[in-house]
C-alpha cells in the first residue's frame, strides 16, 4: 500500500457539508494523530470566533508519523 494521508490509520474521510465544500471532501482528510486543535477566525464587528478542528491535509500527503490502515 502506498503512504499517503488517505491510507493512514489517522486519516479520516471528510464530508461534504456546511463547514467543507464538495472539492476538499474529494481532495482532502482529516488528520486525527493528535487532539483538535484551536483557531481563531475574525468576524464582524472584530469580534474573534474560536474554533477547534483537527488539520486538514491532501489525501496524497504523509508525514513521519505515517501508519497503514488495520485490515479489518
Given at each position: 500500500?502506498?503512504r499517503?494521508?488517505?491510507?493512514?490509520?489517522?486519516?479520516v474521510?471528510?464530508?461534504?457539508d456546511?463547514?467543507?465544500?464538495?472539492?476538499t471532501?474529494?481532495?482532502c482528510?482529516?488528520?486525527?494523530?493528535y487532539?483538535?486543535?484551536?483557531?481563531?477566525?475574525?468576524?464582524?464587528?472584530k469580534?474573534?470566533?474560536?474554533?477547534?478542528?483537527?488539520?486538514?491535509?491532501?489525501?496524497?500527503h504523509w508525514?513521519?508519523?505515517?501508519?497503514?490502515k488495520?485490515?479489518?
Amino acid at each position: 500500500m502506498e503512504r499517503s494521508c488517505e491510507n493512514c490509520e489517522y486519516g479520516v474521510e471528510i464530508y461534504k457539508d456546511v463547514n467543507f465544500d464538495s472539492n476538499t471532501a474529494k481532495t482532502c482528510v482529516l488528520c486525527h494523530r493528535y487532539p483538535p486543535q484551536s483557531a481563531k477566525m475574525p468576524m464582524v464587528k472584530k469580534i474573534v470566533e474560536v474554533f477547534f478542528s483537527w488539520p486538514v491535509v491532501r489525501k496524497t500527503h504523509w508525514c513521519g508519523e505515517y501508519k497503514p490502515k488495520h485490515k479489518e
